[in-house]
């Protein structure tokens, strides 16, 4: 997927997670404000998250160095150890997600302990005009799977609670 998809991935990914955790159930504007605040603190995260992993074009492999279950792991502990950078995981993992549905190539998830590269191979090239159009799917299903885990699961208000829910 090219930057483009990754921004219009967290962008949307922020809209409809901030209505998923702000569950507004009428609409009033004390709700709709409460629904934009968490919109925006979702936002600057989740777009961050969504365009470290690509940083490795400028150093090291693309698609290897930064694409990779270390990284992630790093980004979903930091919250634990630091108290920060919450949310920031779930761009991440929902890059890594759109470069192996939504491309060709795949990323080598298991790097540094193997340069092999996983992907399904429905995805599209980065210059497809079905590009934009993938992204969206993908998205509605990512929004679907959080929205899903948010209310039968466990609540993603923030991530270390959740995590030492889990006893992580």
Sequence with gaps: MNKKGHVLN???????????????T????????????????????????ALFPDV???????????????VLGIFVGFPLV???????????????LLDVVGSRRGIAFLYPLTSQEWGLPSGVTTSSKYADLVT?????????????????VMPLGNTAGALNAVGI
């Design 10 to 24: 967290a962008a949307l990914l922020s809209v409809g997670l901030g209505v998923v955790l702000a569950a507004p």
């Design 26 to 49: 009428t609409l009033t504007a004390e709700t709709a404000l409460v629904t934009a605040e968490t919109i925006a603190k979702l936002s600057v995260p989740v777009v961050l998250g």
């Design 56 to 70: 490795d074009t400028a150093f090291g492999k693309h698609r290897k160095t930064l694409h990779n279950a270390f």
């Design 82 to 96: 630091f108290d920060n950078l919450y949310f920031v995981w779930i761009g991440i993992a929902t890059h890594y």
């Design 136 to 152: 969206v799917v993908v998205t509605g299903v990512e929004l679907a799977a959080l929205g899903a885990f948010h209310v039968y």
